[in-house]
């Protein structure tokens, strides 16, 4: 149940057989099957409109997310905080490793209850010998992983699991900017909680959104994701696809679970698909951790190809024993967890098709209008308009209420050009598909400290 194998022999054989006959259907009867085809799809989108829709209300009226009052924590003293340990999976960025130090001595904690592990890959010698050079505080300790493969972000952090003595355990990644009292927040978090809480999920953005139309995209859809659709998940008690950082654990639970995949590369969205497994829960915090919002559009391709192929990573592993899936998470759940981590990056390949089909509808009616409504008959007809029209307008929506939720107004207008990040997504997704075949291991690197000072703005 890891992603060592992108699919089983049972997966090979049952891909196998559905297509050849998908394959028999088109050479028999071309027509119906497509039909056939249309109309599963267009039930997936209707099912999808209608689950973003309410996940959109739910997070509006009736949130759970975590809001903790830390006006006294300077009366606590220093030693009722726990030890808490930080790992810092870092790989190849000597170039902003002084400010990621800066950033985490901002965090208001006891440094006699921190550790910091600095989890730095032992063929990466220029993020090493910059490390030996910054005359760490003590609380900070440089980890040198081995040089094997897969050479991936979870298996650092296993590695950095392992040599953790704290009780709890958060991830920092190296552009980040946690708000300074993120960790006692989550502290208190987890102890008014249920025991069986096992990850506090902060919330994530940007420190420089305005920095060109690329990051203000970037922006509209990260907002939408961490202050609507997570919230609105935790409030029906679905499983939670965590965010690659800022996601604090209770030591113990995760150790329970043995960590990360270390060959899945959104090694966040399988944990948090375990976790809800093995019967834990997660909840999020409101506090925010900032980002550099990647600004240059083949470095941001790069990174969210990643992302997409660990989410066809992660549904191929879960989906392997349906019977257990559905027995240990629900029917409800369980199809929450197609819905999210099996249709969405499987819309991102589909999409263009239907993208391309109704615009040669309207600009080639006369040539090929009769062909193309052979395959919707009324009943998918009205359907699909419905998708088209309902559906787009609700999405975009749901991203315009995400800015005026979050207070971003100057920001609010770039929702209704989330179609164009819809179509590098989609780009994206077919690459990750490509590279699911062939390179499935391989981490994409995203290279960090692309923005200008000018446009930090947090």
Known sequence: ?????????????????????????????????????????????????????????????????IKIDSSRFDEIHSSYWPRYTILCPLYKEANILPDFVESIERL???????????????????????????NLPPHFKIVEIPDSQPKTKPKACNIGLALAKGDFVVIYDAEDQAEPDQLKKAVVAFYKSESNVACIQAKLNFYNPGQNILTKLFTSEYTLWFDLI????????????????????????????????????????????????????????????????????????????????????????????????????????????????????????????????????FVFRPQIGGFIEMFFPPVLLYLSVICLILGNFL????????????GFDRYTKYGLLMPLCWLLISMAGW????????????????????????????
């Not at 999405?395 to 979050?406: C, E, G």
């Open 431 to 458: 690459y990750a598909l490509f590279q699911l075949i062939l390179k499935p291991h391989y981490w994409e690197k995203t290279k960090h400290g692309l923005m200008k000072k000018e446009h930090i703005h947090v």
């Open 395 to 406: 999405f975009i929506y749901n991203y315009l209420v995400a800015a005026a939720k979050k």
């Open 230 to 361: 997570l919230p609105g998940l935790q409030s029906i008690d679905a499983p939670i696809p965590l965010g690659g950082t800022s996601n604090h654990f209770r030591k113990a639970a995760l150790a329970k679970l043995g960590g990360w995949d270390p060959y899945n590369v959104t090694e966040d969205c399988d944990l948090g698909v375990r976790l809800k497994l093995a019967g834990y829960k997660t909840e999020i915090l409101d506090s925010i951790t900032y980002e550099e919002a990647n600004s240059n559009l083949k470095n941001w391709l790069r990174q969210r190809s990643r992302w997409v192929k660990g989410y066809f990573q992660t549904f191929l592993v879960h989906t392997r024993k349906p019977i257990r899936l559905i027995r240990e998470m629900g029917p409800k759940n369980s199809l929450i967890f197609v819905l999210v981590s099996g249709f969405l990056p499987f819309a991102n390949l589909v999409n263009p098709l239907f993208w391309a089909t109704t615009i040669a509808y």
């Open 108 to 134: 208001d904690y006891p440094k006699d209850r921190l550790e910091c592990l600095l989890l730095l890959e032992s063929d990466d010698r220029s993020t090493i010998q910059a490390a030996k050079e910054l």
């Open 1 to 65: 149940m890891n992603a060592s194998k992108v699919l089983t022999k049972k997966q090979l054989w049952l891909l196998i057989v559905l297509l050849a006959v998908l394959a028999a259907g088109f050479a028999v009867d071309y027509l119906n099957t497509a039909i056939v085809l249309l109309s599963i799809l267009t039930v997936f989108y209707l099912v999808n409109i209608v689950f973003s829709f309410h996940l959109t209300w739910r997070s509006i009226f009736y949130s759970k997310e």
